[in-house]
């Protein structure tokens, strides 16, 4: 089945490590996003990806680090730099054709807690 | 600024009732496109319906549609017979012009009652 996988579901960091947040694609989107969640609010935009070895800023990008070396898979470093990173963290990927929107489909997640 | 608002924190709705939740949305660029989202409690976000700004009819899907006014800057979701399932957290979404990100609202927590 064509979907998005991200991993671990559940991620527990002490202070001042960085963990890196999986995430594949086997929609054979061009695009990739990453989105943070907060409690009780809507997502913010981390970073995205239009292209392999490209990448842009989001709104939130400070404290994150990416890579796109294939197509499809987007990993996400959350580094020591990023202030409050306990957040659920969302993976996302589209096309970059205008027909039907760009809709973005998302993956299951991933809930960060830091100890 | 591009700016999504839902002025509904929360709804309760009795099973079997249509349910509308408001969109309003704020945007220069002439181009554009409205999403509506799902997320239940398991966190993922579950794509509904779409609608472009220069599509001439509102959208459907099911049992969902999307009320489009261009004029009134609003992109109200309409689920009709509302079922227990349909419990959950909705997110209106905007894209605008060739941009890829979308900009979020706050979102609606809808209960369905029995």
């Known amino acids: 089945d064509g979907g998005i996988t991200q991993s671990p579901k559940y991620l527990f960091r002490k202070e001042g490590q960085n963990v890196t947040l999986s995430c594949e694609q086997n929609l054979n989107h061009d695009a990739m996003y990453w989105y943070r969640q907060d409690p009780g609010q809507g997502l913010r935009l981390i970073y995205y990806?239009?292209?392999?070895?490209?990448?842009q800023k989001g709104d939130i990008a400070e404290g994150y680090s990416v890579s796109r070396e294939k197509k499809e898979s987007f990993p996400l470093t959350v580094t020591s730099a990023q202030k409050n990173p306990t957040a659920f963290y969302l993976c996302a990927s589209s096309t970059t054709r205008l027909a039907g929107g760009k809709t973005q489909y998302f993956g299951p997640g991933t809930r960060l807690t830091v100890l | 600024a591009q700016k999504i608002t839902q002025t509904q924190p929360g709804m309760f709705v009795q099973e079997k009732e249509a349910v509308t939740l408001d969109c309003t949305y704020d945007?220069?660029?002439?181009?554009?496109?409205l999403f509506w989202y799902k997320q239940p409690s398991s966190g993922e976000m579950i794509f509904l319906i779409y609608q472009g700004s220069y599509d001439q009819q509102n959208a459907t899907e099911g049992r969902y549609s999307l009320n489009f006014q261009k004029a009134r800057k609003s992109a109200n979701l309409v689920i009709s017979a509302s079922q227990l399932g349909d419990s959950a957290m909705y997110f209106c979404a905007m894209r605008v012009g060739g941009a890829q990100k979308l900009v979020f609202g706050q979102g609606t927590r809808l209960t369905i009652n029995p």
């Open positions: 990806s239009q292209i392999v070895n490209d990448f």
């Open positions: 945007t220069s660029d002439p181009s554009y496109g």
